[in-house]
């Protein structure tokens, strides 16, 4: 398939579904609608019973590489009137997925092995990763690539970024539970007010290695009533806390955990709390990264690779490697000078980098099937050495 033949069937599949945006957990039509074009290509593409979204193996033996879309809108104010709006670019996504099947179908006789295209919903929720790991679509996935386009102020257009480095977010929000008195008896009382200062001063004393970056703090706080002459009972809060890394993320997890056991023991308060979202730090495997890298090379030339994305957004597809951890991982940035940004109203990009997008996955699927077949080579040159040295020199010090 040429690039312009490729272009003008992805065409209309983009608009159709640009047209038909569905917010998370609602994209009933948009999963009929790939399932039907994956039906006309002859496939088989699975869909669930309890959730929207579906996926689709294509090529011989049990899949061992896969490629991630998501497939929601978000719901916005679009001049004036509400409505759900493909302004994360996720229609671009899906478009790049199909792009990916028809592209693989071709060479499907050839193929090495089998490819798992994953189409999952709800990624603006934070939750259609999870619920995909949960219902075990990736358990036998080595490698797994994601791609999301940037905006323009991140990535030059016509470029493409062989990983996309997102940090970690927590908010959690909590109650404390203290004692009323009267202003003039503080003593019989637990402020509540006092408590939460206790809070923030403790979230200055969470200690991480000074190499890495996070960031934890108090951003909401109510308390007390009508009368400024009562010790507060009662306050509510919120936490924000942010990191590069993962581990990072637990360290300030268990900080903030020491603290509140702290102040509930100095100041005589209960306190309760619950994590009201999440979402998981980038885990880039340097191998997918590296079959990325030349796939991206490969495809749109060397002059078009870009270095690493760091960004302080949040993307659920890290999720996968977090709680699959034998995935290797990682996303394709695509330049498209994406404008004014994610998530506006009128976001517009440059629609000529989707072809383009789905030429560099389908290379780096083949890339990473040829890669788990040679892994299992040499895996099995390694244990047939040992047996004919039989000198316990085969372990590989
Ligand atoms: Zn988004
Ligand atoms: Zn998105």
Redesign the pocket.
Known sequence: MTEQQLAERLKPVFEHLHHHPEISWEEKETTGYLADFLKKEGLKPKTFDHMTGLYVDIGPGEPKVGFRT?IDALWQEVDGQWRANHS???DAHMTVALGVVLLLKEMEAHLPGAVRILFQPA??KGEGAKAFVKAGVVDNLEYLFGA?IRPHFELKDGTFAAAIRHGAVKLFKGNIHGTEAHGARPEQGVNAIEAAAAIVDGLKRIWIDPNRTGSIKMTQLHAGGQSSNIIPATATFSIDARAQDNETMEALTTGFKKVVESVETLYGADIDWETAAYVAAAEVDSSAREILKRAIIDVAGEENFAEDIVTPGG?DFHFYALFRPQLKTTMLGIGCGATPG?HHPHMTFNWERVPTAARIIARALVLALKAVRQLRVVAGNDAQGRAVTGDGRGDGR
């Open positions: 998501d994360c670019g996720h990624e603006e999301h993307e994610l």
